[in-house]
């Protein structure tokens, strides 16, 4: 026989995702403190910050291309979300306008 579902939820269930959300909190608010003071302590050597810059600036010579390619797409995109959003709010106006009666020059 199969069991019927009801609408709600079982709150055992409810209780294991708070409990999981709670740990999955603290879990991270531990790794970013630990990772925080590592990161701090690396700094503060030469000798590591000029093995990262080393390490960049091959990545970023590798990928260049890529990065161009991303770094165009995302300013394109910041465009259109740009010319949309002032579409919109002079529709949004207009519709103002009409109901009101008022135009504003």
Do not use: C, W
């Not at 910041?78 to 709010?89: E, H, I, T, V």
């Amino acid at each position: 026989m199969k069991r019927e579902q009801s609408g709600a939820a079982n709150p055992a269930s409810k209780v294991d995702m708070v409990a999981k959300g709670v740990a999955t909190g603290v879990a991270v608010s531990t790794i970013v403190q630990t990772g925080r003071g590592v990161a701090a302590r690396l700094a503060r050597n030469p000798l590591v910050m000029f093995g990262v810059g080393i390490a960049v600036g091959y990545f970023g010579h590798k990928y260049r291309k890529e990065i161009i390619k991303l770094a165009r797409h995302t300013a394109e995109q910041g465009r259109d979300f740009a010319s949309r959003q002032k579409d919109n709010l002079m529709d949004i106006l207009a519709e103002t306008e009409e109901k009101t009666g008022d135009p504003k020059n």
